[in-house]
């Protein structure tokens, strides 16, 4: 079985206003932590990696890959992600689209989201919603209360059949549609995609604040 990974590192950091994909967290990179969870998996024959060519030097990886490459990135996600797919060896069986800002990944749950692809076509990574849910007005005042039964909080890495992971992003392309993760593409070719839910905490590093809270959960000692 060939199965790749497509790490999407492309954007500008805007929010942080300094590279949070290469600030330090506990003595490596954001990126590099992630690109090391997939190195961990023997199940990956390729990675691909798009990010800018000085952000990828900078990290000076020291960890061989067989198959890793690197490819800019486009003005949005999936523009990234289609750069990517671009990049895909002939007769990949499974792809998974990861965010590069999601450093606390782990290899037991990239397995765990592949076998659940295997068996359904297509998985994600996911965390149920457990707080309780209230929507407001743009004045901040609380209009109702939100069920938060069957809610979900979508992460990444989202594991697909390749050959139906490029058709949903031709339609994405050929129709301009502009879709924030791989199963809103899946959704406009009518495929479902079953949620695997994380036992550990996978956040998308955004604010210095994140970094932090990473930090912390990376120094507890095993339990």
């Not at 390729?46 to 198959?67: G, S």
């Not at 671009?86 to 989201?113: C, F, K, N, W």
């Not at 990444?156 to 924030?180: C, D, S, W």
Request: aromatic letters at 4%; a negative charge; one cysteine or more.
């Amino acid at each position: 079985m060939k199965f790749a990974a497509i790490i999407v590192a492309a954007g500008s950091s805007r929010r942080m206003g300094f590279d949070k994909l290469l600030a330090p967290l506990v003595g490596q990179p954001v990126l590099e932590h992630s690109i090391r969870a997939f190195t961990r998996c023997e199940a990956i024959t390729q990675i691909i990696v798009v990010c800018p060519k000085d952000r990828f030097e900078a990290l000076n990886l020291d960890f061989p890959h067989p198959d890793m490459h690197r490819v800019d990135g486009g003005a949005d996600r999936h523009d990234s992600v289609a750069a990517g797919l671009a990049l895909l060896a002939d007769g990949t069986d499974y792809v998974a689209v990861h965010d590069g800002a999601r450093p606390l990944i782990s290899s037991e749950q990239i397995m765990r989201v592949l076998l659940s692809a295997k068996q359904h076509n297509g998985a994600a990574s996911a965390r149920p919603v457990t707080e309780t849910v209230k929507r407001a007005n743009a004045e901040g005042q609380v209009t109702e209360s939100v069920s938060r039964d069957n809610l979900w909080l979508m992460e990444t890495p989202q594991i697909f059949k390749a050959n139906l992971l490029m058709e949903a992003y031709r339609v994405v392309q050929r129709h301009g549609e502009r879709v924030t993760d791989e199963v809103s593409a899946m959704e406009l070719i009518g495929h479902h995609t079953h949620l695997v839910s994380n036992p550990t905490p996978n956040p998308k590093i955004t604010y210095p604040e994140d970094i932090e809270q990473a930090e912390a959960f990376l120094s507890k000692p095993p339990a």
